[in-house]
Structures are given as C-alpha cells and as structure tokens.
C-alpha cells in the first residue's frame, strides 16, 4: 500500500509530514489555512500535483474556520484564502490551477446558499483530489511500456505517490511497470538540499519492493557512464507552451548528462501542470530558498558562516532536452496548444 | 594565512582534523603508522598531494616507533610502514608515489648506519613536504592568467591549501590571481558525501577574502547556465598518460556540464599525480566507501535502512573534455611521455 500523503476524512484535512520522513511516519491535521499555508511554505507536503490538492483543500478549511453567514461572505473567504495560499511558493503551476478552480466554483455560486457554496467547494476540492489519483494512475499506464524487463532508471528528486494524491507521476510508471510484472532497477538521486530523493523516493519505492539504488546527485554522470541507465524520468512543477519544464534543481543538470550519454528524458505530469500561458521556460518564475538548508542540514553545520550561497529551488530543462512528456492521455510533444481534458480519462 | 594541513616539527608530526572543520579547528599530533594509517583512511588528512607528504611522514613515524638497532631493521620497518600505509586509500597515486620514494632511500642506504639512514628518510620526507609546496605555488603561477578580472570560476571539492602541502593545486591558481591583483567570483560545489567544498573549500577560501559562493552539486548546471562561470578547475587524484583523470566523483559530471556550455575545464595537479604507468583512466583503481556516508550524513538519519546504496568516492574524467593539465612545468597535454622534473623549478 502506498503512503497517503493527503487525507480528507469527515471535513477534515490532514497530511504525512514529509520532513519528518523517513526517521517518522507522522500525520498533521491541518485546520487553519495558516497551517495549510505553513504546510505547503515548509514542504510537509509537496510535490506539485499534491500542492494543487492540498492547496485546494485548504481553501475548504479557510471558509469553514470563517463561519460565513452570506453567500457573498463564503465567496470573499474562498479568495481572502487563495489569495494567501498563492503566496505559500512560486514555481509549481499545480497551486495556482487548483486555486482557480476554486474560485471558479465560488463565482459560479450564483444565487446558492452559503451551504450549498460551501457543500460545492468541498465537492471541488474532493474531485481535484480524485482526479489526480486517476490522472496519474493514466500516467502509469501510458508510459509503463518505456520501462523494460532489466531496465535501468534514473528519477531526481521524488514524483512518487508522496508528491501526488497517489501513485505519483514519474513513479507511477514504475508502479505500473511493476505491476504488470516486469523487474527493474531505480537509481534514486538523492537530491539536495531536502533529499527528497533519499528520503521519499528511495523510502516509497523500497517500501513497495522495487529495487533501489540511492546515489548522491553527483554520482549521476558516472552511473550513466558504466552503463546502468537505460532511462530518465522526472516530474515537473510547470511546464510551458514549448516543452520548457521547470522542475526540482538538478534535473537540468541530470537532462544534459543523459544527452551526453544518449539516454532518453522523459517527463511525467498530469494536465495541471501545463501553463499554457507562459511561451517558454523563460517566464517560469524560480524560487529561490533560505540558505541555510545547504549550510545547516539536518541540524549539522556544514560550511562557513561567512560564505554566500545560492539555493534555487528549481531550474528550467529546455524542451530540445526532453523526448516526451508522459501524460493522461498518452506520451506528447510540444509546442502545446490546449491542455488534455481527458481527465484520468 | 592559510591553513597548514601537515606539520613536521622536532620529529612530530601533526595534522589539521579536516573531518571536524570548518565547525572546530583541531590539531592532532600522529606518532604511531596506525594512527597515520587511520587519518588518511578516514579524511582527517586528504587531498592526493597532502596524502603523499603524510605517508612519507608516516613511514619516517613507522620507524621510529620499531627502535631500529641496525640499518637491516631499518629497512625492514621502511617496508613494514610503507605497505601498511599503501593500504589506505586506491586512487590517489601520489601515495605510492611518496612511498615509493621512501623505499627508493632504504633501498640505496648501502652502508649507512641506521642512524643516518633514519636521517635520509626524514630529509628525504622533509623534501617532499618543501617540494610539494613549491610545486603547488609554481601551479599557481602558471595558472593564474586563465583568471580574469572578473572571472566566475567554479570548482569541485577541495584542491586547495588543506588538500596540499601549501597554496593547493587547482585553489593556487586562485591565490595567485588574488595576489596578481585581479577579483573574481568562485562557485565551490558542496560536494557530498562528505563536503568537502562547503567544508574546506569555501572554508579556506572565505578564510582568504576570496569571494564564494557556496552551491549544491546539482546546481553547477544552472549556475553554468546563468553564464556565472567562465572557468572550470579541479585537482586530480591520478592522471593517466592519456590525460584521463581520476578526481572527486562528481568531477567528470561537472566536465559533461561545461562542455555542454562551452566552458573551458582544466585540471590543476603537480607531476606526483600523474601516473604514466597507466595508459589509460580504465586502469585507475577507484575506491568505493561505506554507504553511511550516503545515508547518514552528519549523525542525521537521511534514507530508509533497506535501500541500496552506491558511493564511489572518484570518477574519470575523459582526456577529451579537459581543455588542458596545469603543472609546475606550465599548461601541458596528453600525451604525457614524461613527467615534469621541474621539481618546483
């Protein structure tokens, strides 16, 4: 059984800590949009599809700890709290999607009552949640067959059943692969700063019984070189019109050393993930985190106090860098027009 | 001033513990070969050039600890403390290299007595810690001039004074362009497992007013991508006569990353390291070390207990990605006939 990493239950949210991951498995139950925010701000939860879910949710948390009386004021409360959880992080599109969907819902109100707003607002949040399990249980499907019997694959930081509502993106295909009763190796970066890598990825997968290698982020080169990956797969947090995709830090990185050494890149994301709007990667903004998570990790000092550092979140893999984007309704290809409405299909 | 990595004073030897740095500054004083033995293997003391100096250092300690009664039993202990220390650690070729040098002073003692051959080693030793010292500041003067006003340069690991006798190999070039005058930014790479360029690197060169930026491994990319770098130096822990180069893993990522940028990437190394035995980087021996330096960094517990783990601590670096081999003789190419005898000139 795969880890929950967000749970609706009786109108109330909670959430696996993944910080606390892999030392302890602890649920949060999160019943102020201030703790949602929080949340998602410190990455208890993360990963962009369950960013968008649990942003969603916290939307539902934020009008119920208003205790509207009016319609109108159930509608100021779905954008007072959008508002604010819009500002939790930048970069995965997969929050501002769910966000407006939200929105979307309050302003289509007309005329309900303010329990009825309230009863279709939790029904969103509750269809963006299941929506998502079934997308990436299409993404598994679709793209299950890149993975062969013996098959070396390489994933950075952790799209797994953690960063989604379930089964996850990149490894929802490994899931899938799995299930159809193929055996392959993963070689898991670890992925600093936050290790997401040695703590989610390697954790999930091992949990499932899937045979992984954890390697630090710069051991990548050399694993490819001795020949052990036969494939790349990652998530995504927003990718643009033309096939630029941000994702975790490193996956640039990982990309061009693929291409060096004539692996295939593919992409996995459910629909929520495409900005249309944006033409490139240009326009994808990064975030960039507090530096103490490379000076001081896990509670260890690690460098001088007097040195600078850099600590971009994110970095932006040029679309000529990707040979296909693994989604619900199968394996595309840039330039992007319209988003796929198949919907978990 | 910088940080002296191996003292030799009254017959004692001491070093700086680079495991405890930058958090404290630690001095331990080394007076048997097992404790030399265990500093080079655990990384209190480490870096190629640094490793050869202590172990000839260590095989004067060797002989000093069996209270040699004739030049026989001088010998003996020589080659007792010599293929003990030859265990330590693979990769870097400057230990035998330096122990081959000690053995080389037993082997021609003819008729000394046992006093003055003891004299011979610790002068023959004294010699490699002085010559090891005017190599590193003969490789900053050659190199210094690929630094320009301005110059984002990165590096990986630590190929500074630490790693060194004195002044480092691939961090002289930067000390000299200092000294010539010029600014310039440095990008030291964390390095994992063990850190050594949020550690060391940023450490000593934060310690020398140098300007340093501290990044995660897989962040070299991006930065390289923000046009940040106009310059890749690197150590090297064997070179082969082909030119391939066995460093830090992690290195022959970083040489991928800046070809696929156009960034020139040179290897700074005295002749000590370069192994002409050795047609080839195949040859080279690399070491691989305990996953716990993977999965538990720092006392922290980052990954789940079932999970593989590979850690090869070096990679090779293809002769075809290195613009070109900063020495004490100048900027050389392979193929290498011939090592330097410029000595430090």
Redo the contacts between chains.
Sequence with gaps: MKPLSITWKDGSLSILDQTLL??SVVERQLDTVESVWDAIKTLKVRGAPAIGVCAAYGVVVGVHRRNPRSTQDVVQAVHDSADYLATSRPTAVNLFWALDRMRRVAHEANGASASDLIAALEAEAVTIHEEDRALCMAIGRHGSSLIGEGCGVLT?CNAGALATAEHGTALSIMYAAQAEGRRFRV???????L?QG??LT??EL??AGI?????????????M?EGKIDLVVVGADRIAANGDTANK??T???A??A??HGIPFYVAAPYSTFDLSLATGEQIPIEERDSSE??H????????A???????AF?VTPAALIHGFITEAGIVHPPFSAVSTTSGE
Tied chains: 1, 2.
């Design positions: 892999p030392g950075h070689y898991a970066d670890e992925t600093r700063p290790l040695a703590r390697a954790w091992t949990q045979d992984t290698t954890l390697i630090c982020d710069n051991m990548a080169a050399q694993v070189r830090i490193g640039y990185g990982v061009l050393l291409k060096a490379i000076t990790p896990f509670g260890a000092i690690v460098a001088p007097e040195v600078k550092v850099y600590n971009p970095d």
